[in-house]
């Protein structure tokens, strides 16, 4: 066998052995690229819309109740902020049931308790949860439909159903009307969340 034949036939296993470290890096460089355009494309729960100021509506003609002490009484005008896509018919709708929620607690307040600004500042905030709470019920009732509730089966092996984790009692008016300002997410608004963001007295008079 001649040189050049040896010599030919040492070179190719070189020659392949030179392929390997190209074919791996290129492998490399496509499964980094397929896994840059996975993460990128990838995205989480989409985030609710912000929460935004919409039309004002007025709840009906005055408002003439006494108060807590029998003896005192109130005049007042009261309209509502809703919130950006809320619907104002629905409003008209439950008219009566939001006055009857604003006169209640008009006639729980005192005299002593509604004088300065600050006062009826709580007073806002205190009506803006009491006339979330009958939106939020009324919206309950329209949702209910009466279907038929899947029955529950019977543990098997003896198993217990693991119970739900129970909610956080929500704010009652009082508390979040004492709420400070920097544990809000919006100060300036009588309600983070709504659908009435803002309560608003055109007129409040007491006697």
Same mark, same amino acid.
Do not use: C
């Given at each position: 066998?001649?040189?050049?034949?040896?010599?030919?036939?040492?070179?190719?296993?070189?020659?392949?052995?030179?392929?390997?470290?190209?074919?791996?890096?290129?492998?490399a460089?496509?499964?980094?690229?397929?896994?840059?355009?996975?993460?990128?494309?990838?995205?989480?729960? =989409?985030? =609710? =819309?912000?929460?935004?100021?919409?039309?004002?509506?007025?709840?009906?003609?005055?408002?003439?109740?006494?108060?807590?002490?029998?003896?005192?009484? /109130?005049?007042?005008?009261?309209?509502?902020?809703?919130?950006?896509?809320?619907?104002?018919?629905?409003?008209?709708?439950?008219?009566?049931a939001?006055?009857?929620?604003?006169?209640?607690?008009?006639?729980?307040?005192?005299?002593?308790?509604?004088?300065?600004?600050?006062?009826?500042?709580?007073?806002?905030?205190?009506?803006? /949860?009491?006339?979330?709470? /009958?939106?939020e019920?009324?919206?309950?009732?329209?949702?209910?439909?009466?279907?038929?509730?899947?029955?529950e089966?019977?543990?098997?092996?003896?198993?217990?159903?693991?119970?739900?984790?129970?909610e956080?009692?929500?704010?009652?008016?009082?508390?979040?009307?004492?709420?400070?300002?920097?544990?809000?997410?919006? =100060?300036?608004?009588?309600?983070?969340?709504?659908?009435?963001?803002?309560?608003?007295?055109?007129?409040?008079?007491?006697?």
């Open positions: 066998m001649s040189d050049a034949s040896k010599d030919s036939k040492e070179e190719a296993p070189k020659k392949k052995k030179g392929k390997l470290p190209i074919i791996i890096a290129l492998v460089v496509l499964a980094g690229g397929g896994y840059f355009m996975k993460s990128k494309g990838a995205k989480g729960p =989409p985030k =609710p =819309p912000p929460v935004e100021l919409g039309v004002i509506e007025a709840l009906g003609p005055e408002f003439l109740t006494n108060l807590a002490d029998g003896r005192s009484y /109130v005049l007042a005008e009261v309209s509502i902020h809703l919130k950006k896509g809320a619907h104002a018919e629905a409003i008209k709708e439950i008219l009566p939001l006055r009857s929620a604003v006169v209640m607690r008009l006639r729980g307040m005192k005299a002593s308790e509604v004088q300065r600004p600050a006062d009826l500042l709580r007073l806002r905030r205190m009506l803006a /949860v009491d006339l979330n709470k /009958v939106m019920q009324v919206e309950k009732h329209e949702e209910a439909a009466p279907k038929e509730e899947p029955k089966e019977a543990p098997k092996h003896g198993k217990k159903k693991k119970a739900e984790p129970e956080e009692p929500e704010m009652t008016a009082e508390e979040w009307a004492n709420l400070p300002d920097d544990e809000r997410e919006h =100060p300036d608004w009588d309600h983070d969340e709504g659908p009435i963001l803002n309560v608003y007295f055109g007129k409040f008079a007491t006697q």
